[in-house]
């Protein structure tokens, strides 16, 4: 088991999807089992089987773990045909909110590596996406990664901390205009603007309600992403 911590501090990560790639994963939902004391969930459609999948890494709120984070989407899982891999922070929430990139990144980078050994992944659609302070890792790491992941997916996010602009995502950003944990005026509507202004390609919904994922707006992710 790599010790983490010290790899990641740049934000990078090394893992790829490769072609030709079986399907040795349990099809369902699993533990990652990585041997680590906090792990991750793995749900993989029975697509997979057959052809390569989207893969969707799905980023949990603070305090909570990776069923939070898997739950986001696991009820449109099957029918769309999506992989996906959430992992526990770390700590109580993800590393750069408490100061830097570090150990989340790094088993990011391990884990990521065992999903793309065992299961076949659409190197197109490799999405990272989360609520709350998931939704500020999300869009951190994922644009610091954009030679990896093609697509990100922000409810109700905070901020974005890259060390550094990697590529050029596609983003999907939502935020209810009664959020009292991440207020709209504070988070979103100076986000999306700014992230606009740096050139990226940003659809952005709000709606009527608080801190929290509509099931209709999980739907419309996924028919931006290309899975209805």
Do not use: K
């Not at 990585?34 to 890494?57: F, I, S």
């Amino acid at each position: 088991m790599p010790e983490l911590g010290a790899r990641g501090r740049d934000g990078r990560l090394q893992a790829r999807p490769s072609a030709g790639v079986g399907l040795r994963a349990p099809v369902g939902r699993s533990a990652l089992g990585l041997g680590y004391e906090r792990d991750g969930l793995l749900h993989v459609p029975a697509a997979a089987a057959a052809r390569p999948v989207p893969l969707v890494v799905l980023l949990h709120g603070a305090g909570a773990s990776a069923p939070a984070g898997i739950a986001l989407l696991d009820d449109l899982a099957d029918a769309h045909g999506l992989l996906l891999f959430a992992p526990d922070a770390r700590s109580s929430t993800w590393d750069v909110i408490s100061g830097g990139f570090g150990p989340d990144v790094d088993f990011l980078d391990v884990a990521l590596e065992h999903v793309f050994a065992t299961c076949p992944v659409d190197p197109a659609r490799v999405v990272l996406g989360g609520f709350s302070d998931g939704a500020s890792y999300a869009l951190s790491l994922g644009i610091a990664n954009g030679d990896l992941f093609t697509h990100l997916i922000a409810f109700s996010p905070g901020f974005a901390a890259a060390a550094s602009r990697v590529g050029q995502p596609r983003l999907f950003v939502t935020h209810g205009v009664a959020d009292r944990v991440l207020p709209i005026d504070r988070c979103s509507r100076r986000l999306v603007p700014a992230l606009r202004a740096s050139g990226y390609d940003v659809t952005y919904e709000e709606f009527d309600g608080g801190h929290s994922v509509p099931p209709r707006l999980a739907r419309r992710a996924l028919a931006w992403l290309g899975c209805d």
